[in-house]
């Protein structure tokens, strides 16, 4: 069974410019996330989607970050314009479905520097 | 607040010791515990998980860890440590709903 791919799975950019992450779940899988890991820190959830509607983005800076999931497989997290805090890994999971026990399997992630 | 606390950032070990990572939590609601690994240049693995019933979990790679809900507390054990398991380790909890909280991580590190 092939695992969650996500690429690049290293970027690096200027302040203000944008850039964005694509990430291919688990077939089958419902529930998808996107986790911000700064260097030194544990994963904190950016957003989570069931199927193609967002469940929780409540720690996601919409004023910079979007992301989508439109046909409900891959994800695309965008960075619009960036800064220097957002240099830090970004891990896409998912998970058969949603649920609090349930199993979330993560991609390799991309790490992000921003100059 | 809820939060999940590994209180410590480094742990050597000789290879062939014990090793204990300790994992605290701090929540008014019931939890699920889980715990991670992350090798150099990956993604995270779940190692093993409490959901409920026997307070002694056994996960991969020869881990396991206990609940103590009087302690509040998930220590991740494992009897004879190997090269391999370098890594980090992050403990988890989601409180009362599906997010994930992540403690600050573990850096393990095994000593020839």
């Known amino acids: 069974e092939a695992g969650v791919a996500q690429s690049p799975r290293y970027k690096i950019i200027e302040k203000r410019q944008s850039v964005a992450f694509w990430c291919n779940p688990i077939?089958?899988?419902?529930?998808l996330y996107w986790y911000q890991q700064i260097l030194g820190q544990g994963p904190k959830l950016l957003i989570q989607f069931q199927n193609n509607g967002v469940v929780d983005d409540s720690q996601l800076p919409k004023d910079r970050f979007s992301a989508e999931r439109l046909k409900g497989v891959d994800s695309t997290l965008k960075i619009q314009p960036a800064k220097l805090e957002d240099s830090a890994v970004y891990l896409c999971?998912?998970?058969?479905?949603?649920?609090?026990?349930?199993?979330?399997?993560f991609g390799p992630g991309t790490r992000l520097l921003v100059l | 607040a809820q939060s999940v606390t590994q209180l410590d950032s480094q742990v050597p070990v000789f290879e062939e010791a014990p090793v204990e990572l300790r994992c605290n939590y701090s929540?008014?609601?019931?939890?699920?515990l889980f715990w991670y690994v992350q090798y150099p240049n990956q993604g995270l693995q779940l190692l093993l998980k409490?959901?409920?019933?026997?307070?002694l979990v056994k996960g991969i790679n020869g881990f396991e860890a206990e609940f103590n809900k009087s302690q509040t507390s998930f220590h991740l054990r494992k009897p004879s440590v190997h090269i391999s398991d370098t890594a980090e380790y992050f403990c988890a909890s989601n409180f009362g709903n599906e997010k994930l909280t992540f403690g600050t991580g573990t850096r393990l590190t095994i000593i020839p």
């Open positions: 999971a998912s998970s058969l479905k949603a649920g609090r026990g349930e199993t979330q399997y």
């Open positions: 409490y959901l409920s019933g026997s307070t």
């Open positions: 077939s089958g899988h419902a529930t």
């Open positions: 929540s008014s609601v019931s939890v699920y």
